[in-house]
Structures are given as C-alpha cells and as structure tokens.
C-alpha cells in the first residue's frame, strides 16, 4: 500500500502528533509521519517523534514575520515530501498564503464541538455555559480561525465538579481517539475510486455539450452525438489502477509523458498510442492540471464548429 506523507506542526507536549504518530504504525494505517516541526525548538513532542525515528524541524517565530516564518515551514514540509499537514497544537496564526498553499489538505484538532467555542479557553467557556456535553472536532483548515468544514467529532460529558483541567484531560482521550481515524478516512477519500469518479464527473461534465455513458463499464465522457474525450479506468483488467484516459496528439506526446512521470503516466492497454493514462490514486492527483486535460482532450475531438463556438464565447 502506498501511504500518503503526512507532515504534522506542533507547538508543545504533541500529544496527538504522538497519537497520529503511533496509528500511523498500525499495517494497515493509510498515512505515515514525514515530518514533524514546531515554531518551538523546546516543544516535548519532537522528541517524542526523534526517538521514533521521525525527521523533526524546530524553528522558532521570534523575530521573522508571519510569511516568512510560514514560507520557510512550507518549504520543510515539501521538501519531506508531504502532501498533507496536519495541524495538532500549532499556536500559530496562518498566513493567509500558507493556508491557501495548503487548501483542502491541512486538518486540525480542536477541543471543543464546533461550531462553539472557538479560539482558546474552550473548556471552561463550556463549563460558565453550563453544558452537559463538550468534546473535540477535526476540522480543515481555512483562513477563519477554527472555521473549516467539521470532518468528525467526538463527544466527552461534562461531570458535575469539573474543572478546565479535569475536562481537558478526558477531552485529549477523545481527541487521540479522533484525529488518527479522521486523518485516515480522510487521505484514503483520494485513492477510492468512487471519489476519483466524481471529481471526474465534475470536470468533465462541465465541458460543452459533455454526456457520461457506460462504454465496457467504465465512467466515459463524450459529447453528445459526437466522439469520446475520457475514461475513468478502474482496476482495468486487474491492473490495480485508478485513472484518467484522455486524447492525445500520438505516440511521440504519449512516450514524451511516460519518460517524464512513469509513475503518473502510462499507455493504457487497447487504447492504442492516441490516448494516455494518467493515475488518480496517487494521493497527490493536482485537480486543476486534471481539468486542463480534460479541456484540452474535450478540444480534441470536438467539432470545429463547436469548438469555433467556444472560441468566440471566449474571446466575449
Ligand atoms: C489539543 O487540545 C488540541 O485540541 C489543541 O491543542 C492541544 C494540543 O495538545 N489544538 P497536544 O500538544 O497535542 O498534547
């Protein structure tokens, strides 16, 4: 199985790095720990990842401005190779421009159950308002504080006594529970190929005139009355493959695509040389480069006159 590389931030103790850490050893965990760096050189939890063999950075913010400080951690987690960042007790504010960078593909953890109680004193803001249930959510990462669509949550009841701490310390017990799964089902949604479908279907739907029809029971897009400009390709053949078929110029663009990305590129079987593969089930799959191709296969086969048509709403 390959898994996809996860970098995780963190600030401090890093105990649900640590959770995420250990998960990740279980076989059939699908994500694995690339890199864990903190804004605290000091913070306890790199040592925890250092002495399981995990590569850790520490830099600290003083005196570097928000960007600069967030381009030089963006660069760490690239380097590691990283596809996703996972946010556990960063005590930073993001930069609008790293958040972005990372759209879609950063997670954190909050202890409370959002949308209530944002922001910090989550614990005793529940205990004034007197609730019966607290509890952590996962949740992506926008450029709102603790803002991004909830992916999970977990519920901890409030005991009659309980104090911040008391509350924080079982409230942490759900969240090592949590974030490890929802980390999981989440880098997995990208290797299933129902999702792959789907954001297939969007795309290439959206072109002119683009129908879906079975075609030897794949997902095939083409225009209407006209001729076919993708394929979905699941598990063709027992290939094990998740892809994208798309038109191209020949044999010489599709060996020129295949020598410059072997691994996401590959001539698929009874297409012959007019047509490319391109993997989905990567984890890394960049959806808008999708949707170039798309566009680009979609021009290939469609009508002058349509295409023309195109051109001209273009230009409008
Ligand atoms: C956790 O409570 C988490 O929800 C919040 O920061 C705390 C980090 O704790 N975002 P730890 O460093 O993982 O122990």
């Not at 960063?90 to 209530?116: Q, T």
């Not at 004193?121 to 509890?135: F, L, P, R, Y």
């Not at 390709?233 to 410059?260: F, N, P, W």
């Not at 949707?291 to 048509?309: T, Y």
Request: glycine share 8%; hydrophobic share 40%.
């Amino acid at each position: 199985m390959t898994k996809t590389k996860v970098a995780v931030l963190i600030s401090g103790a890093g105990t649900n790095m640590a959770a995420l850490l250990y998960a990740a050893k279980l076989p059939d965990c699908p994500y694995k720990i690339v890199l864990v760096a903190s804004n605290n050189p000091e913070a306890e939890g790199l040592n925890i990842a250092a002495a399981e063999g995990v590569p850790t950075y520490g830099k600290s913010h003083v005196g570097l401005n928000r960007v600069d400080h967030d381009l030089i951690i963006h660069d760490q987690i690239t380097q590691a190779g990283a596809t996703y960042v996972a946010l556990a007790g960063y005590m930073r504010i993001l930069s609008r421009d790293f958040v972005e960078k990372w759209d879609g593909r950063m997670l954190n953890i909050h202890p409370s159950l959002l949308p209530k109680y944002k922001g910090l004193n989550t614990h005793q803001s529940a205990i004034n308002a007197k609730e019966c249930v607290a509890g952590c959510s996962v949740h992506l990462v926008t450029a709102e504080l603790d803002d991004g669509p909830v992916l999970g949550q977990i519920e901890v009841t409030v005991l009659p006594g309980d104090t911040a701490e008391s509350l924080a310390a079982r409230v942490k017990m759900a969240e090592h529970q949590l974030y490890p799964k929802i980390l999981a089902e989440y880098v997995v949604r990208e290797t299933n190929p129902e999702y792959l479908i789907l954001q297939v279907r969007k795309l290439a739907l959206a072109q002119p005139e683009a129908h879906e029809v079975l075609s030897h029971g794949m997902p095939c897009f083409g225009i209407i009355g006209g001729k076919k400009f993708a394929y979905v390709s699941v598990d063709h053949h027992g290939d094990g493959k998740t892809a994208l078929l798309v038109k191209i110029s020949g044999a010489e663009e599709q060996g020129m695509l295949i020598d410059s990305d072997g691994e996401r590129y590959y001539r698929p079987a009874y297409f012959g040389d007019g047509w490319v593969g391109i993997r989905l089930d990567l984890g890394d799959t960049d959806w808008n480069h999708v949707g170039d191709w798309i566009a680009k296969s979609w021009r290939a086969v469609a009508p002058k006159k349509l295409a023309k048509l195109m051109d001209v709403a273009a230009d409008f």
